[in-house]
């Protein structure tokens, strides 16, 4: 039972354009929300978060947005650039003492010029 | 300069040898991780640790063992028992969070291992 999901596999953006990644969870003990970005063959490197207190976190270009009551969150790109052509994952923590991170199955962003 | 390093890079075993991960990182982190990672999939956790000579099975833990004698290092020994070890496997660690109202639980990943059974 996936506890995190992104329903979309992969999304292909015009660079300079906007791209809108989601992620659903179904788990509402989730009280912090993290995306990480993936190349082929490397580890994933931490993007940008958000904590279930707050509605948007904004870092640059990256913004994401979290709506508690739809259990719904959103990576928001602008503009988009060739270098972001990689794999997204959304991230969920809990209120374990452990805090462990709940991954989703990630979206491949390709970003066109 | 601070980081995690996994060694090696790619790795080749034949079926039925155990064969162990390594994991270092210098970022003097409480709190260490194991993951797999399969084609199409998203990241599944196998074991933690949050301090030393202490760890806990994650949600895919079967034919996996770890162990957690240094605070800088967590070592995988993925054994003969797992049944599909071919996978990319990917170490973290992070601050010990400890507190239910510590805010967030950043995890810094290393390279990974891309181990291949034969």
């Known amino acids: 039972d996936q506890q995190v999901k992104q329903n979309s596999p992969s999304l292909s953006v015009q660079e300079g354009r906007i791209s809108i990644l989601n992620c659903d969870y179904t788990?509402?003990?989730?009280?912090?929300f993290l995306w990480y970005k993936k190349y082929p063959a490397e580890g994933p490197t931490f993007l940008i978060s958000i904590s279930s207190i707050k509605d948007k976190n904004e870092d640059g270009r990256f913004t994401v947005f979290l709506n508690k009551s739809a259990k719904h969150l959103s990576l928001h790109i602008v503009p988009s650039q060739p270098g972001d052509s990689a794999v997204y994952f959304c991230?969920?923590?809990?209120?374990?003492?452990?805090?462990?991170?709940?991954f989703g199955s990630g979206t491949q962003l390709t970003v066109l010029p | 300069d601070g980081g995690i390093t996994q060694s090696p890079k790619y790795l080749f075993r034949k079926e039925g040898q155990n064969v162990t991960l390594s994991c270092e990182q210098n970022l003097n982190h409480d709190a260490m991780y194991w993951y797999r990672q399969d084609p199409g999939q998203g990241l599944r956790l196998i074991y933690y640790?949050?301090?030393?000579?202490?760890?806990q099975k994650g949600d895919i833990a079967e034919g996996y063992s770890v162990s957690r004698e240094k605070k800088e290092s967590f070592p995988l020994t993925v054994t003969s028992a797992q049944k599909n070890p071919t996978a990319f496997y990917l170490c973290?660690?992070?601050?010990?969070?400890?507190?239910?109202?510590?805010?967030?639980?950043?995890?810094?990943f290393g390279p990974g291992t891309r181990l291949t059974v034969l």
């Open positions: 973290a660690s992070s601050i010990r969070t400890g507190s239910l109202s510590s805010s967030y639980n950043e995890q810094f």
């Open positions: 991230a969920a923590s809990g209120t374990g003492s452990a805090r462990q991170l709940t």
């Open positions: 640790s949050q301090i030393v000579n202490d760890f």
């Open positions: 788990n509402s003990m989730f009280d912090y």
